[in-house]
């Protein structure tokens, strides 16, 4: 006979769920930005970006030294899926205890005060338990949660701060307030969570009110007090790493926190924190809409529900259950603690126009999971109590909601939140070395930020660095800005940029890609450079091909294919020349933006450039030819001459996804869904033929849909312009998805394949706006390059950068 799984045991296999789900979405290697930073900051022992991050440290260089097995890097991410894990756990182990004081009937009675029998051990029904792991799974399992738990960021141990003292206070209070242990292990948690992130404090409020409510004379209690100031300070005096690896002179990080200036300039991060800007109260509805559609990326709907009615039934469990037992803390008061954290975490995060909005929003969506958690442990005591259900009829609701609850965000999320096989910013880091190594070049390598973390991750960890005779990295910053540094650097050797960037160019240098850098050249150079495979053009042709690299010929149906290339106009043009790809039936005609026009080419010299191009999502199986000629954009014509390139081998997908819905597909990556526009009660939906009615400083309220279509390998900016028949921007509103809230690509991927976005904008029209019709133009271009996405027909072709909403008639 097959032994039966109990209880307990059902309950460990399902929590071992998160721990298993992240150790197998694991990030291995080393991601861009921040969190390779934490990282070998951890492993050297130096002073991370303000506030510091010193808590987040010393435990990054406790895990980095007790796990023995793995890259540092994957040691540092498995930190992140541990505080992750515990923060689920604390979620769920505070709603298990909240459920000891709400819809409690005294032994033996029933909800009218009447004798009851008691369960016996055979039909146990423990629903604060079951509510409990359902609250783990469900905050686990939201995709920004989870997407923070497989790599390195101090956000989720901020989380699992948030998470910790909610339930040493829910502990504390459950226990009848009596019990200060788990009073002190709140003060002392508290304390270090300061240590470790400001974002901590914005909770306080709260614990101070439910402290206070659930014992009143607390303030009476002179012990007590001090022993909450004595766990405090302790918790606080992981601080003092600060000053004394400070007076070391780390090789990473600020040597002045020795001093009481530079300790609060780096822990109050100070000039970063007061120069962030802030939404109005005009933009409050559109922040709150932002947040419903982060909301629903996380939880579904039955979760959202849950959560309201575990906000809710706490003030009215005395009408519910009139014959429940009272507990000394009334459990309304644990459910204003959880709202009181939940509002003022809230009202700083979306009141920041940051681009981490989705790192810092990880409290209050753990606390909507928890919310959800409370509603459940309220709906499965009510049912059986109120309805007469039998336990075995309450268990099925309670199954049904795991599916539709955890067990739906596991199955949609497990797939695609994967950063099992990233390996983005490594390939960065090993192509340096193989680029550059014995080269004896003495080039310098550019880098923004996000492309200097694996170098120096390279550096302090992994001890090994590039020979400055063949190249040197450089960072650059705010105190010397990318044209600064080429001038400063140009007079010594080759100038090489971690990625394309559109002031260079500005300048009049010019940017030859090379592999994933972009080389700096100046004006006029008329040498071909190696890797190019030379094309014989014809002789006399205005511009001319000369060269080209396709060097991805397996391709599959979605992708981007790289291309490069060299382009002369032996002397000189004034007529705009694009590039014209023929792959198969398909025509991919790239747009001017973010290359360098003809007409300033001078005359001779070569230009190389990349004209990537996608190939429809849809594309059948098979071999295409590609060829490429030149369209004349002044005169709208193609030349008759095409140069073979040689041929694509497409693999499609089995089931390509519909896209005829959209309103456009940039790229192939984000597709604009809908779009509506609203001056007063006027309401217009795109693409709308009648103009919108409007006046001289009315604003217009835009909502934006998007749909991701597969990961963005870059951060995209949206534009949103009004512009006149001439294309003159008069209002642009450029800035990250969703005002920040959303970037979809932030050190990792963010936006995943199929998810759904509302994006808000008010665009104020000017005061002195003369009368006359304008349009509304909207579109993506890459926050570091700023390139253009192209927008793709059905079949694949490309038909501009840019959508036409409609038009705006002001009189």
Request: a neutral charge.
């Amino acid at each position: 006979m097959r032994k039966r799984i109990g209880p307990a045991r059902l309950a460990l296999l399902l929590l071992l769920l998160i721990p298993v789900a992240y150790g197998l979405t694991l990030a291995r290697s080393v991601v861009y930005g921040d969190p390779t930073e934490y990282t070998f900051v951890a492993h050297m022992l130096g002073i991370a970006h303000p506030p510091g991050y010193a808590f987040f440290t010393l435990l990054g260089k406790l895990f980095q030294t007790l796990v023995p097995i793995g890259e540092v890097a994957g040691r540092m991410h498995l930190l992140a899926a541990t505080a992750a894990t515990v923060a689920a756990l604390f979620a769920g182990g505070t709603v298990r205890e909240v459920s000891r004081t709400l819809f409690n009937p005294p032994v033996g009675a029933g909800t009218d005060g009447a004798p009851r029998p008691q369960p016996t051990p055979t039909t146990p029904m423990p629903w604060g338990t079951v509510a409990g792991i359902f609250a783990a799974l469900t905050v686990a399992f939201g995709v920004n949660f989870w997407q923070h738990a497989i790599h390195a960021n101090p956000h989720i141990v901020t989380a699992a701060f948030l998470a910790a003292n909610l339930y040493c206070l829910t502990r504390w209070a459950a226990g009848g307030a009596a019990d200060r242990r788990w009073l002190f292990a709140f003060a002392f948690a508290a304390g270090l969570g300061i240590t470790h992130h400001p974002l901590t404090v914005m909770s306080f409020p709260a614990y101070a009110v439910f402290i206070l409510l659930a014992r009143p004379r607390i303030l009476r209690e002179g012990r007590t007090l001090l022993g909450l100031i004595a766990c405090a300070l302790l918790g606080l005096a992981v601080w003092l790493y600060f000053p004394l690896r400070s007076a070391m002179q780390p090789a990473f990080g600020p040597a002045t926190m020795n001093t009481l200036s530079g300790f609060l300039d780096h822990v109050l991060a100070r000039g970063l924190s007061e120069s962030l800007p802030f939404f109005g109260a005009a933009d409050i509805p559109a922040r709150a809409l932002v947040f419903w559609t982060i909301l629903r990326l996380q939880y579904a709907l039955p979760v959202i529900f849950l959560a309201l009615l575990g906000l809710l039934w706490p003030a009215a469990e005395r009408r519910l259950m009139p014959g429940a037992a009272r507990h000394p803390v009334p459990a309304w008061k644990f459910a204003l603690l959880y709202a009181l954290a939940f509002l003022g975490n809230y009202a700083f995060v979306m009141s920041l126009r940051a681009q981490d909005i989705m790192a810092y929003l990880l409290g209050p969506l753990l606390i909507v999971g928890l919310l959800a958690g409370i509603g459940l442990y309220g709906l499965l005591t009510l049912t059986g109590a109120r309805l007469r259900l039998p336990a075995t009829a309450v268990a099925g609701l309670a199954a049904a909601l795991f599916l539709l609850g955890p067990g739906l965000q596991l199955a949609r999320n497990g797939p695609r939140v994967s950063l099992r096989h990233y390996t983005e910013a490594a390939d960065y880091a090993a192509a340096v070395f193989d680029r550059f190594t014995s080269t004896g070049e003495g080039a310098t390598l550019l880098n923004d930020w996000e492309h200097m973390t694996p170098l120096w991750y390279a550096q302090f960890v992994e001890e090994r660095w590039p020979d400055a005779a063949d190249v040197r990295p450089v960072l650059v910053s705010t105190a010397q800005p990318w044209l600064e540094s080429v001038f400063a650097t140009l007079p010594g050797g080759p100038v090489y940029l971690s990625n394309y960037r559109r002031e260079i160019v500005d300048a009049g240098f010019r940017l030859r890609p090379a592999g994933p850098f972009y080389q700096v050249v100046e004006p006029g150079d008329k040498s071909l450079p190696d890797g190019l495979t030379l094309i014989e053009g014809e002789s006399g042709a205005a511009v001319e091909i000369v060269a080209y690299d396709l060097p991805q010929r397996d391709v599959a149906a979605g992708e981007f294919v790289p291309l490069t290339l060299a382009l002369r106009a032996p002397a000189g043009t004034a007529d705009f020349y694009v590039p014209f790809i023929r792959v198969g039936d398909l025509s991919f005609e790239p747009t001017t933006d973010s290359h360098l026009t003809s007409p300033t080419w001078l005359p001779g010299e070569i230009i190389v450039e990349r004209f990537d191009f996608a190939l429809p999502h849809d594309l059948a199986d098979g071999v295409y030819p590609v060829a490429v000629g030149l369209k004349n954009l002044s005169a709208n014509t193609v030349g008759e001459t095409f140069f073979p390139l040689g041929d694509l081998n497409v693999t499609g997908r089995a089931t390509p996804p519909a896209y005829d819905f959209l309103l456009a597909n940039f790229r192939q990556r984000v597709g604009l869904v809908s779009a509506t526009a609203r001056v007063g009660r006027e309401r217009r939906a795109a693409l709308w033929d009648e103009p919108l009615p409007a006046r001289p400083g009315d604003t217009v309220h835009l909502l934006l849909q998007w749909q991701a279509l597969a990961r963005a390998e870059e951060s995209y900016t949206v534009f949103v312009h009004l512009i006149d028949a001439g294309n003159a921007p008069l209002v642009a509103l450029d800035y990250t998805p969703l005002g920040g809230s959303a970037p979809t690509h932030l050190w990792i991927p963010k936006w995943l394949p199929g998810q759904r976005l509302l994006d808000p904008y008010r665009m104020k029209l000017p005061d002195d706006l003369a009368p006359g019709t304008y349009y509304i133009e909207v579109g993506l271009y890459d926050m570091v390059g700023r390139r253009r996405l192209h927008m793709a027909d059905d079949v694949g072709n490309t038909i501009g950068d840019r959508l036409i909403l409609g038009a705006v008639v002001v009189d």
